[in-house]
């Protein structure tokens, strides 16, 4: 399979990394979402080598998988961490509490038990995005009798070319300061009790595939910082945010190539800025790593359609419905049926619930596999239980052992916080 995906076909069936994609679905059962660790952990290191000549740290963003023992993984190749919630912040302090230096806490609602959470935890840099939460840190800070070391995330209003639900980095979207009115912002923080500015950070979106409008925001970044420096502050922290892309098709990617590319543009940028740099990738290191396999329950034709049912739905993966995302569906075992066109679909009772529509591909078959590649970013982190579904199992496939990484929920699990 091309596209930089570690799945492909050892004669007629799927694996990844050498081992069997349908005996793990056999052994812990479907939908089941399968991951390539050491394709995690190579992209993890491209990135630290490209960046090899500038002093910076890569902090995962969580939100995008935030399996423990991922984590856990990347925090061993001295990863830090991006967190939003104070959920994430525990996941953090779980499984690798050695890294809690190296959290940066980024998120435009932030409350004051999260923020007392990451303060006692010592925590690298809050990225703050109003000047009413700078007032609440302030405060908390205070209250704690610990500085809060703080970046301003700023509105570069670089249009990067996405899904619209995934683009931040505009002066209409809700995220940021907008740039223009930064330096006087931080004139303010550095006057009050309990705040040190310590950084500028930016971050304007997801699914970025070209390195413009990264090397454009992280110029207009850098200006910031220099002007910030000769207000008299001690900014150190430039943090240029996550959002760097993959290919979910079939279009060439050679991930290490892209990365080159967007180091390249970063660095020169960056020449003699004197900064630690800070960098936020989330989908680029687990979406491809990733794919939820799911069994056939059965297949239909209405009218003119045919459908192919899952055991999988829109609860277990949700990005066809949510961004019309594009997952490549393809047979864990080959046959050498005729192609046709198809609806997949999952079992929750919604329109839409589907993963594919008009999809041509070689007929399944019921009780036969299929799996939607691509899939280990925003996947398994935006499941839900909507139906009353439990969610998937989690399996890590490392050095060509597979190890169950989240156990599939029981029914028990389901209700367990409910009160009757
Ligand atoms: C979501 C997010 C990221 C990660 O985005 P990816 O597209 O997964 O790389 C990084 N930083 C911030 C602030 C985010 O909100």
Not at 215 to 243: Q, T
Not at 343 to 367: K, L, Q, W, Y
Request: proline letters at 3%; hydrophobic letters at 45%.
């Amino acid at each position: 399979m091309s596209a930089g995906r570690p799945f492909g076909y050892e004669k007629d069936r799927l694996t990844v990394a050498g081992v069997d994609v349908a005996a793990l679905a056999d052994e812990f059962g479907t939908p089941l979402y399968v991951y390539a660790g050491d394709q995690i952990a190579e992209r993890a290191q491209m990135l630290q080598k490209a960046f090899a000549a500038q002093e910076h740290t890569v902090c995962y963003a969580v939100k995008a998988n935030s399996s423990l023992a991922i984590m856990k993984m990347l925090g061993g190749l001295g990863c830090g961490f991006d967190i939003v919630s104070g959920g994430e912040l525990e996941r953090v302090r779980r499984a690798v509490p050695e890294a809690l230096g190296k959290v940066v806490f980024s998120g435009v609602g932030k409350q004051a038990w999260e923020m007392d959470a990451a303060l006692k935890a010592g925590i690298m840099l809050f990225n703050v995005e109003s000047e009413a939460e700078l007032e609440v840190l302030a405060a908390r800070a205070q209250a704690l009798r610990i500085t809060a070391k703080i970046a301003l995330r700023v509105n570069p209003d670089v249009f990067a070319e996405t899904h619209p639900y995934i683009s931040t980095g505009l002066s209409e979207h809700k995220f940021g300061i907008a740039i223009a009115r930064a330096r006087e912002v931080y004139g303010r923080a550095a006057k009050m009790q309990g705040i040190e500015p310590a950084g500028v950070s930016v971050h304007i979106g997801s699914q970025i595939r070209s390195v413009e409008p990264f090397a454009e925001s992280v110029k207009r970044v850098r200006a910031l910082v220099e002007e910030l420096r000769g207000d008299g502050m001690d900014i150190r922290l430039l943090d240029a945010g996550g959002g760097f892309g993959v290919e979910y098709g079939n279009a060439a990617f050679d991930p290490a190539a892209r990365v080159a590319e967007y180091a390249a543009a970063l660095l020169k940028v960056l020449d003699g800025a004197k900064v630690h740099l800070l960098l936020e990738p989330g989908r680029f290191l687990v979406a491809q790593a990733g794919a939820l396999v799911t069994r056939v329950l059965y297949t239909k034709v209405n009218g003119k359609k045919k459908f192919v049912i899952t055991d999988a739905g829109m609860n277990d993966l949700i990005r066809p419905s949510l961004y019309q995302a594009h997952h490549e569906i393809v047979p864990v075992v080959v046959s050498e049926r005729e192609t046709e066109v198809a609806d997949i679909v999952g079992p929750v009772c919604e329109s839409g619930d589907f993963f594919a529509h008009d999809r041509s591909m070689a007929e399944v078959r019921a009780g036969e596999l299929v799996a939607l590649l691509d899939a280990g970013a925003y996947g398994m982190s935006l499941a839900s239980h909507y139906n009353s579904r439990v969610k998937p199992a989690e399996v890590l496939v490392s050095g060509g052992v597979a190890r169950l990484v989240r156990r599939r929920e029981t029914l028990e699990d389901l209700m367990a916080g409910e009160i009757l």
